[in-house]
């Protein structure tokens, strides 16, 4: 018989709060966390606003070392130990003792050692790392480039464009819900016990954040724009994209060893499906990629259409991603009484920290049985009228649908059910 994955710990830090109930609460309340950035130079930058953590302080982590000026690493810290505390790994003499999966962030080299790489081991549009030789010592431990598999993926994927199945398996933005999925089954077929699935978004390094704006990934905004209307998830309105930072962590282990350990089950990890859909460029998102990725899922994670309550939608405020996701939501569950959510518009888009991110709310939207307002939502572009998915209310939420993709036609989605502890 399969072991069952559940969810006994979480933590997460976004604009919007420190704390999940924080985060919650503000939600709730219709709080925004985009702002005007004031941090840097704004004049070569095409958007000065975003999602940005303000006031994080990392000196109540009690650690050091050089790698941790990194504020990614800060974060995502912040996080796995907010998922540890509650789960009771900190405050007893257990020590949790698992395996840790990180999403990697979409843009994450510093500025000198992209410059090393460039200098050294590019030559004809390719990348050659056995050149580098001594010049590795020139780079921080945690930049990423010592951990090879990764680095050449972002930069081919952003200098070049490559896309496509026979190109480049890039899952940058999914890699935080994929590593969801790839813990639930590391945990049912029993290699593992315990795992910590984590991942970070802070693109507001000026060298990231300005090849964003370069590749016109990012809203132009204006000295007159509002904070409070910038995102317009799935709105006719939607301009463009708003990013911002936070991280997320889930700790997840075999049911067998959180009831014997007498833990709170927060939720149960039904499946999911990753799969890639190319598209017409690198940054195209279709409907029949969507529509295919959320059929794999409920097949993988054996639900119904009926079954799913409320799905978290990837919903960025990017016209063509939105409308894409939006129809194909519509062509699987056209009429039900399926509710519709983002938080996107309250506190940006958080890339590859998002798919983990909208799991925390999930359990939240199951702990309650309520779900937020998707602010700004007026009304879409599809000829259907799906209001009814944006504006209704649930007496109680069962099971949630996160929704999530990215760069390169990658599509990712993960099914969660109620834990015990609320009345499952």
């Known amino acids: 018989m399969k072991r069952k994955a559940v969810i006994t710990g979480m933590g997460c830090i976004n604009s919007l709060g420190e704390h999940p109930d924080e985060i919650w609460d503000a939600l709730h309340h219709k709080k925004i966390g985009i702002t005007r950035m004031d941090a840097y130079e704004q004049e070569p930058y095409s958007c000065s606003f975003g999602g940005v953590v303000q006031q994080f302080s990392a000196k109540m982590l009690d650690i050091s070392g050089k790698n941790m000026m990194n504020r990614a690493n800060q974060l995502e810290l912040y996080a796995v130990i907010q998922a540890c505390t509650q789960y009771g790994a900190l405050d007893v003499e257990e020590q949790i003792d698992c395996a840790v999966y990180l999403g990697n962030q979409l843009i994450h080299i510093d500025y000198e050692t992209m410059t090393i790489l460039v200098n050294h081991c590019l030559e004809d549009g390719c990348l050659d790392f056995t050149r580098l030789g001594e010049h590795i010592r ?9 951990l090879l ?23 940058g933005e999914i890699s935080g819900l994929l590593n969801v999925i790839q813990a639930a089954q590391d945990i049912e077929m029993g290699t593992a016990d315990r795992i910590i699935v984590a991942s970070v978004f802070s693109p507001f390094q000026p060298h990231e954040y300005l090849w964003l704006c370069d590749e016109q990934m990012v809203r132009t905004t204006t000295i007159d724009d509002d904070s409070s209307q910038l995102m317009f998830p799935f709105d006719e ?8 930072e936070g991280a997320a962590a889930l700790i997840i ?18 499946g999911g499906s990753i799969n890639m859909f190319p598209g017409e460029t690198f940054y195209s998102l279709t409907a029949e990629g969507f529509k295919k990725n959320l059929y794999h899922t409920l097949e993988k994670s054996e639900q119904s259409i009926k079954d799913i309550d409320l799905i978290y939608a990837h919903g960025c405020s990017s016209r063509e991603w939105d409308n894409a996701e939006l129809e194909a939501i519509y062509s699987i569950w056209e009429h039900s009484d399926i509710q519709i959510r983002s938080s996107k518009g309250n506190i940006g888009y958080t890339g590859c920290a998002s798919g983990i991110m909208d799991c925390v709310l999930a359990i939240q939207s199951m702990r309650h049985n309520a779900v937020f307002d998707t602010i700004n939502y007026q009304r879409s572009e599809l000829d259907q009228d799906v209001s009814a998915y944006f504006n209704g209310e649930l007496s109680t939420v069962e099971r949630c649908l996160i929704n999530n993709a990215g760069l390169g036609g990658s599509y990712c989605s993960v099914v969660l059910a109620k834990g015990d502890s609320y009345g499952k």
Do not use: C, D, M
Not at 138 to 146: D, F, H, Y
Not at 253 to 270: F, H, M, P, Q
């Open 138 to 146: 020139k780079i921080p431990p945690l930049s990423g480039v010592k």
């Open 149 to 171: 598999p990764t680095v050449p993926s972002h930069f081919i994927a952003k200098t070049y464009h490559a896309h496509g199945e026979g190109n480049l398996l890039y899952n």
């Open 237 to 244: 309105r939607h301009q463009g994209i708003i990013y911002g």
């Open 253 to 270: 282990e075999s049911e067998e060893t959180a009831r014997a350990k007498n833990r709170t089950i927060l939720g149960y990890v039904e």
